[in-house]
């Protein structure tokens, strides 16, 4: 890919991936990314693992609502153009950084019409006028990341995130496969405090824990 076809530059510590579906508007075709949030403090999904982002499109897909489709599919963020659609939020854009499922127990996901998801959300106040900017995502939350990955007992898990960024296409799929089948759905979650979750591709498994601390989010997306 040349700088010319990069459609938004950023500076991150890792690989970012979104979740996006085309739609056909009056206005032509438009790239949705999915979203996450409530009231003013929401924004399109920003993934840090392409496996948990392959694994929340295939889930989607398959048990999206009548009001939803299942073409969603994954996208680098550099594919997509945020800063065209930062002109479209009013206010605030704000990313939110999926870093995790939201569980009912170690082996299942909460799945209403889309999995729920663990994730930071990252302010960018974006001038009406900005012209070909480079977004920077704080270190501070790939730090915070990183603290609560540990908390599973995986304090290396951004390099497998790494590692599973230089796969080919048979590479990915093989490992999305993997973890969509050791993952069953729950469709009626209990409300109690749940467990989160990431899947590691070192040790081929969902790995789980406890309600994580700290200012994660976990909601759902309808």
């Known amino acids: ?57 295939h889930l989607r897909n398959e048990y999206h609502g009548p009001d939803d489709s299942d ?16 002109r479209g939020v009013d206010g605030t854009l704000y990313c939110m950084m999926a870093f995790g499922f939201s569980m009912q127990d170690a082996d299942s996901v909460i799945c209403i019409n889309a999995p729920r998801l663990r994730y930071v959300p990252v302010p960018f106040d974006v001038p009406d006028d900005a012209q070909g900017i480079t977004f920077s995502f704080s270190q501070w939350v790939f730090d915070f990341m990183r603290g609560e990955w540990t908390t599973l007992g995986l304090p290396e898990f951004d390099k497998e995130l790494e590692v599973t960024d230089e796969l080919d296409a048979s590479g990915i799929s093989r490992q999305v496969q993997t973890a969509i089948a050791r993952l069953r759905v729950c469709r009626e979650p209990s409300g109690k405090p749940g467990l989160w ?18 200012a994660a989010v976990s909601r759902a997306l309808h």
């Open 71 to 86: 073409t969603w599919k994954v996208i680098a963020l550099q594919d997509f153009d945020l800063l065209d659609h930062a």
């Open 197 to 214: 979750a990431v899947f590691s591709t070192r040790q081929e498994m969902w790995v789980t824990t406890g309600e994580a601390r700290g």
């Open 1 to 57: 890919m040349t700088v010319t076809d990069v459609k938004t530059q950023y500076i991150a510590p890792m690989s970012l991936w979104l979740v996006v579906r085309k739609r056909v508007l009056a206005t032509g075709l438009f790239i949705e990314p999915a979203w996450v949030g409530s009231g003013d403090k929401c924004g399109p999904v920003v993934f840090v693992s392409r496996v948990l982002a392959e694994s929340y499109a």
